[in-house]
């Protein structure tokens, strides 16, 4: 079989675009029910996609007021999913700033083994101040310093996971043996954050680990991702822009004695579909309408990290002047965009309304195969993080429209060849490095 | 009605009885899979009990040669467990020591709307030294010091859920008015141990707050227990002993404002069903000679702070000195029980080998329910914390042998009256007390 693409499904509760809620095909109260997510997951499993993806912080909104990103939190929603799933992966964010190691190693482990391996974490280091706020900082530690904390922070989690051997748990009723004790080993951490002894109390995970996600784009990012990640998430707005982000990351892979396949890029695809191009542009131009100006000015002030409330609509972006560590990537990525294009603010903020940075791309099934087809052939993708503009409507339009446009070019899987997470996305079960060390010895 | 008492299914792997998994009955494979947690809760749910609860710890059991006390982490599996049942309250346990108020407030209150209402919350200061030493600690932090966290931190816990009003949320399309940003406020906690701003990042839960459980029974977690619980569980052996705790319980509730009513003391039973008494205890013996010594003998060293492995089965436990801190009530109990019926080791190993030190009672259906009968209406219990020997056949006994013998007595509901765990319990939903303190304002 030729090579095949990924696909992920990026879940927010109304959907991507910022006026989603207000637009009457979705439902803003259901959006805030089990059944509403338990509808889409079932959804993107019907379209046999490899993945569910929630982002998350841990603070409120700034910008609740006018719209909500989140209702339920990750881990719980997700195993709730769990159990009303069969297939499809199930990946959540979590900070490795705001957490404990042993935590989120036993988290992830639990939704792995009770999702019989489909659990996936994607790594953030929350840059919000709002964030350091609610856990005990008066100002968000530095971009370094998060960065090398999520390093050690990812180490001590994996050896958690390795801290029981696959076959540990022997469950010798005859002997009253449960566990063999000679293959469960403390870990003995002391580093520089963190001191661990282990060993976790639950056994080692269905996938050996749950598959490691990131999105930072920075430089830091990169290689953090090159590193550590098996896919990155990543905003990228053209074709060029894309392939050279491709390139770079996968060219960072060696130093760390990695293959070029084992980690998998999905840029960001909010896809507005209609039966003509005519008519998705005309369901762009409706969402469109349905921004809160407000709300925009507000978002890329934040993003900015300068007030621009007081400009005018139908003037250009002023001099932000230099960028504050952060999410920097996205910040050069909508200045760029904006000078590129030479964008009012007004036009700017309709090009974020879609996907805050990602590619908005408006058209008929058969063109957004072509998008998707192209990166992925041209070597930009080996996938896709699919941004619905709406929820439930948008997810069920591209699985029912876009997906077998896909698997028609032979894209695409017609059925789930695998059962965790990582086979969907051809990865490889880790072996233990606890285990390999001792036999070593 | 007349006063109707209250059932909590307490709920390990293969059951409470330490040698459960090696029991016929059970299946230890299946019972680190999801679909057996499954199949309990809806048993649970099917006997109209209240709720069903997790234990934990955040270290590797220390014996997990000899047995597993848990597989999957509570609020994980809690979570699943809110997909796929409609009714049961679910309470998990997690510790105020190794985590943070925020994350812990916005996980309960997650499970809280996932399932409807339905969520409680067991706090445990986490004794342990293992637990210590897996989040950065050489030694464990002192009992008062622990308490005194966990009062500020289920202070501020509140006061996240708090930070919403219940109508906050108006979604109006029309306006693009998501939230009213004048009922979400921050709470701005500078605390000895924690600073934390808010609002919190969800809603406030259906119940206003998850229920609130303790269950340690010594003076400082009684004390505890009357200011800030609303289900106390607690491990009594005779009636007498009973009595004087709910006693002591009840009538600590006045200096906080609080009225008896609001707190459910919930005993522990360990009910082994047969249809004589003979054989009852037979299966009791069963399971006893299933008993591995080596085990026992570990558990009640660790339990005593004291090694006593060495000591002959068949004679006396010796002197243990005086009682270090941690687990001081259940210590006490343990002594007693041994000083007051002059137990031999052996003899107090199978004692203590159906429930850790809750009361183990083998009986008929009837005669179970002339002990909880006594123990409710003579004023020891409003109910009961249900610990079936095995699992899932000791929950299945209880349900279609017990309970039916309770209902006919007019002590236990006949079907679910409410929707929400407090409502089951009936107890009030907690007004906000950020919302009065601004009206009062």
Chains 1, 2 share one sequence.
């Not at 004790?181 to 749950?210: A, M, S």
Request: net charge neutral.
């Amino acid at each position: 079989m030729s090579r095949q693409l990924h696909l992920n499904a990026f879940v927010m509760p109304n959907g991507h675009h910022e006026a989603a809620w207000r637009h009457p095909s979705t439902d803003p109260r259901r959006a805030r029910t089990l059944r509403h997510y338990v509808d889409i997951a079932r959804t993107a499993e019907r379209g046999m996609l490899d993945s569910l993806f929630l982002a998350d912080g841990v603070a409120l909104w700034s910008n609740v007021k006018h719209n909500s990103h989140s209702h339920f939190e990750p881990l719980t929603l997700l195993s709730a999913l769990a159990a009303t799933t069969d297939h499809i992966g199930l990946i959540a964010t979590a900070s490795t700033t705001y957490n404990e190691p042993y935590h989120l190693a036993r988290k992830f482990a639990s939704l792995d083994h009770l999702s019989g391996g489909r659990a996936g974490w994607n790594i953030v280091t929350s840059a919000g101040v709002d964030e350091a706020r609610n856990f005990n900082l008066g100002t968000r530690p530095g971009h370094e310093l998060r960065y090398a904390r999520a390093t050690e922070f990812v180490d001590v989690v994996k050896k958690l996971w390795d801290s029981w051997d696959d076959d540990a748990a022997v469950l010798d009723r005859a002997s009253g043996i449960y566990a063999d004790t000679d293959r469960i080993r403390p870990i003995e951490h002391e580093g520089e954050h963190f001191r661990v002894r282990g060993p976790l109390n639950i056994e080692r995970p269905v996938q050996g680990h749950p598959l490691l996600v990131q999105a930072g784009s920075s430089e830091t990012g990169k290689e953090y991702a090159a590193r550590h990640a098996e896919a990155v998430f990543t905003a990228q707005q053209t074709f060029a822009e894309g392939k050279a982000f491709y390139d770079d990351v996968k060219g960072r892979l060696a130093k760390y004695g990695r293959s070029p396949d084992e980690i998998k890029i999905l840029p960001g695809i909010s896809p507005i579909i209609g039966r003509t191009t005519a008519e998705a542009r005309a369901r762009e131009a409706e969402l469109n309408a349905l921004i809160t100006p407000e709300y925009g000015l507000h978002q890329l002030s934040k993003l900015l990290d300068h007030d621009i409330t007081g400009c005018p609509l139908d003037g250009p972006l002023p001099d932000v002047g230099s960028f504050t560590e952060g999410a920097q990537s996205r910040l050069a990525l909508v200045v760029g965009l904006a000078r590129r294009e030479n964008l009012t603010i007004r036009q700017l903020l309709e090009r974020l309304a879609g996907g805050r940075g990602h590619r908005v791309f408006a058209g008929t099934p058969v063109r957004i195969a072509d998008e998707l087809e192209q990166w992925f052939t041209g070597g930009a993708a080996d996938g896709f993080n699919v941004m619905p503009p709406t929820l439930p409507g948008g997810l069920d339009e591209f699985v029912d429209l876009v997906v077998p446009e896909l698997r028609r070019r032979g894209l695409f899987r017609a059925e789930y060849t695998g059962t965790t997470l990582r086979e969907h996305y051809g990865l490889a079960r880790p072996v233990n490095r606890n285990r390999v060390k001792e036999h070593a010895a």
